[in-house]
Each structure stands twice: as C-alpha cells, then as structure tokens.
C-alpha cells in the first residue's frame, strides 16, 4: 500500500523530479568546478610565495655575505 503511494506520487510529480535533479547535478557540477578553480588559484599563489621567499633568502646570504667580507677588510 505505501509502495503504490509512492509510485503513484512518483508518477505524477516524475517530470518535476527530474528537472530539479537535473539542475540539481548542474549546480553540483558548476560548484565542483569553481572549487577547483579556486584551489589550483590558491596553489599557484602558494608556489609564487615560495619562490619569493627563496629569492628573499638568497638575498639576505649574499648581505650577510658582503658584511662579512667588509668587517674582515
């Protein structure tokens, strides 16, 4: 009895079920993406920090560097 409800219900509502399933997966899948998007953004920005930060360290050796040599002449 409560099997035939539902299939019943289903039946008559099957069209509407699927549009929002549909859009349902579109929206998930829109979602999904953004998502991804923003993570690979996010890691490049990491890696560009990374090679600043390296920049910025070699930098700072080669001053430490140079005073070195200037307190030893």
């Known amino acids: 009895m409560v099997l035939s409800d539902i299939v019943e219900l289903v039946a008559r ?12 997966i579109g929206s998930w899948f829109r979602y999904r993406e953004h998502e991804l998007k923003a993570h690979q953004d996010l890691r490049t920005r990491e890696m ?9 360290e070699v ?11 200037e307190k030893v002449v």
């Open 13 to 24: 509502n099957g069209v509407w079920l699927m549009i929002i399933c549909v859009v349902a």
């Open 48 to 56: 560009e920090h990374q090679r600043e930060m390296k920049k910025l």
């Open 59 to 69: 930098e700072l050796e080669k001053a430490k560097g140079r005073q070195e040599t």
